[in-house]
């Protein structure tokens, strides 16, 4: 009787033992602070992006379309002080591009703007990180075709890529673990039918499906989420059935079926928990895949629909004024491609710290 005690004190610090050298190499890995440094600014700028903007990502200025980044910036006033001024910048049909020598702005932190609410009106204020003391505007990253500030609609656009990518995943975890768990637990006939679904699933490319999902249910960001978490399902599944075929024969699980405990809770307490590991490597790695699939379907105009400032839609409008304004494409696609590289690797980090061989 006092053995079983002492074998559950000794697991539980074996497994207190594995957990720190897991996180030791974790944070120990370059790959994994780079990869956590880019996803904190992006989640930084999420949390504070009404402050950050300095304008709203909806508001049109025809007269400013096309304006290329730094137009009109000049490092000394006009009297010679040194500092970031601005100077009012306009496109005319005729004359491209005109800048105006006469009046310069100073660009100032903390200016007052226009106002904004935050979480549902939790937050609210007028004031912004940076803007212009003036009637004129400054355009960090140009303007696009409508004379929409694109910083702006950057920062408003990466909670968007970033919910789509948690919602998507979660949807994968929530049906494509049980799933994949409870195939390969009760194995037979259950296993067979399961994995033919899922077999059927993988038949297609996961872009494709999610692009016939989306198709189906009709374009817009809810469906867009739930056609991404659709489409990860399977991987999901295929996952955690390895992984459980791996398990559920160790002497852990036989002692508790001993002890007279269900299947399902010797599933979900004992087998399932020991299957975490590659879960965890996976929802990193696949938060990267859902926003590319977002990019992806916003680009061919079966996500967000316009005037949301969702990175795949301004990828799509951009690519249309590429031979005049190249700048319209290039920063929604520059922001993608350094959220995509943070989260693999973050992925990849995780995978080497949780690999029992390291």
Known sequence: ?????????????????????????????????????????FLLVVVFAPFIAPYSPVEQNLRASYIPPGTGVALRGPDGELGLWVRPVQRSPATGVRVSEDEAYRVTLFVRGSSWTWFGGLLQSDRH?????????????????????????LVHGAWISLFIGLISVGIGVG??????????????ATDMIVQRLID????????????????????????????????????????????????????????AGALGR???????RHVVPNTLAPIIVQ??????????????????????????????????RGREYLAVAPHVATFPGLAIMLVVFGFNLVGDALRDALDPRG
Do not use: C, H
């Open 1 to 41: 009787m006092t053995d079983a005690p002492q074998a559950s004190v000794a697991v539980d610090a074996q497994e207190r033992g594995s957990s720190s050298r897991w996180r030791r190499r974790l944070f120990a890995s370059n790959l994994a602070k780079v990869g956590f440094a880019i996803i904190g600014f």
């Open 129 to 153: 990180l940076f803007g212009v003391d003036g009637p004129t505007r400054f355009y960090l990253l140009g303007s696009d075709e409508q004379g929409r500030d694109i910083f702006s609609r």
């Open 283 to 316: 929802s990193s790695l696949q938060m990267a895949v859902a926003i590319l699939f977002a990019a992806g379907l916003g680009f061919l105009g079966l996500g967000a629909q316009p005037p949301q400032p969702e990175w795949g839609l301004m990828l799509s």
């Open 262 to 268: 269900r299947r399902l809770s010797t599933l979900f």
């Open 175 to 188: 049906f494509g673990v049980p799933i994949g768990a409870i195939s390969g637990f009760f194995g037979g």
């Open 200 to 255: 059927t699933m993988l038949a297609f490319p996961g872009i494709l499906l999610a692009i016939v999902l989306v198709a189906t249910f009709g374009p817009g960001l809810e469906n867009l989420m739930i056609a991404v978490g659709i489409a990860s399902i399977p991987i999901y599944a295929r996952i955690v059935r390895g992984s459980v075929l791996s398990v559920k024969n160790r002497e852990f699980v036989e002692a």
